[in-house]
């Protein structure tokens, strides 16, 4: 696919219109295709999320990523994958904003989910401690045991999380009272399964051009404001890359499938960082996390403490709100607020 990092900013602009638009209609149908085919096959929803939902919606980043390194953005790349973590959390308080009368934090029944936030924790520590400290090289391969160590933990808390569904350690106890806004009882989709893979698959075709398109129509009207490619990467382009995920999630929240909502982006997280191996592979001028990574670094551990701000919030399970939001997304918002208010002044003065 041609580069559209270099269009005027006009023809960018209508461009990362149109393709909003179009992630827009295939997440909304995804998350309904994958919320079916989650009963018909036996997954929990928190799942199904994580790995189907969150794996599809990471289609973008790995085309966007990858295209950035290997036209040697690798820092651009980098800071787009990390900075989506963070992005992605804040997303959730668009859905809880969606809730009425109670929070989201409070209506997420999986215990799974919980597992896959913590798992996403501990990833991106490793990353922040491989941005920090710098990656070693893997004999003369210019690819890194550091991204090459965190694909491996990636795929293994995605088995990990699965083996957690047949055994897990505890469930929510139910409720005397019904929280407003928890799943009711739906009649069963008379849509045949094959057919029903097939528009999943076709939702996921439309999710990765229009998502790639969207991307790299945003690092085009970025370029245009001269700000370094480190925020850029962390915010600009971290919020398009992350458009794929608030379709789906806001399509999840009005069929009450609250748990695919929240492991679409958990998972999404862990499907990210599995993509920074990708990333050390298509770069070769060098590793991907080289050591001169104190923005990475600092942005990662953001990333680690909005995904726990808001841990805290599932913990707790408070269902009282402000302004139509639950408490843990009022401490989201603040904490990433305050993430990206560091950041802007450790930013580099440079592209480089």
């Known amino acids: 696919m041609p580069s559209l990092t270099d269009l005027p900013i006009a023809l960018a602009l209508g461009l990362f219109a149109l393709a909003a638009v179009a992630v827009w209609m295939g997440g909304s149908r995804l998350a309904v295709y994958i919320s079916d085919l989650a009963e018909r096959f036996g997954f929990s929803q928190g799942f199904a999320g994580m790995l189907f939902l969150g794996g599809i919606t990471s289609l973008p980043e790995i085309a966007t990523a990858g295209s950035a390194a290997v036209t040697g953005s690798a820092d651009l790349a980098v800071s787009n994958l990390i900075g989506a973590a963070s992005a992605n959390i804040v997303l959730l308080v668009v859905a809880d904003a969606m809730i009425a009368r109670t929070g989201i934090d409070s209506v997420v029944k999986s215990a799974s989910t919980l597992l896959q936030g913590v798992l996403g924790m501990v990833l991106m520590t490793g990353v922040a401690v491989i941005a ?3 990656d070693r090289e893997i004999g003369g391969s210019a690819i890194g045991f550091g991204t090459a160590g965190l694909f491996a933990a990636c795929a293994l808390a995605m088995w990990r999380a699965g083996r957690y569904e047949d055994h897990p350690g505890w469930t929510v106890a139910p409720t005397d009272r019904r929280r407003a806004g928890e799943p009711e009882e739906e009649a069963p989709n ?8 097939g528009k999943t698959v076709a939702a996921a075709a ?3 051009v229009a998502g790639f398109v969207l991307s790299q129509t945003a690092d085009s009207i970025a370029q245009a404001t001269g700000v370094s490619a480190g925020l850029v990467g ?7 890359t992350s458009l794929p995920e608030l379709s789906p999630i806001v399509s999840a929240v009005r069929i009450k499938r609250f748990d695919l909502a929240v ?7 862990i499907f990210n960082i599995a993509i920074l191996f990708i990333v050390d592979i298509a770069y070769r001028d060098g ?6 990574g104190m923005f990475e670094g600092i942005a990662a551990l953001l990333g680690v403490g909005v995904i726990g701000v808001f841990m805290l919030g599932l913990i707790e399970r408070r269902s009282r709100t402000f302004l139509r939001l639950g408490y843990a997304s009022w401490s989201t918002l603040i904490a990433y607020g305050a993430g990206l208010t ?7 003065t440079s592209g480089g």
């Open 263 to 269: 492991g679409d982006i958990f998972g999404t997280n």
């Open 234 to 240: 962390l915010v600009l382009a971290g919020f398009a």
């Open 206 to 208: 439309v999710i990765l």
């Open 132 to 134: 920090l400290l710098g």
């Open 342 to 348: 560091v950041l802007w002044f450790i930013q580099p």
């Open 190 to 197: 008379p849509t045949r399964t094959p057919v029903l893979i």
């Open 287 to 292: 590793l991907a996390l080289s050591g001169e």
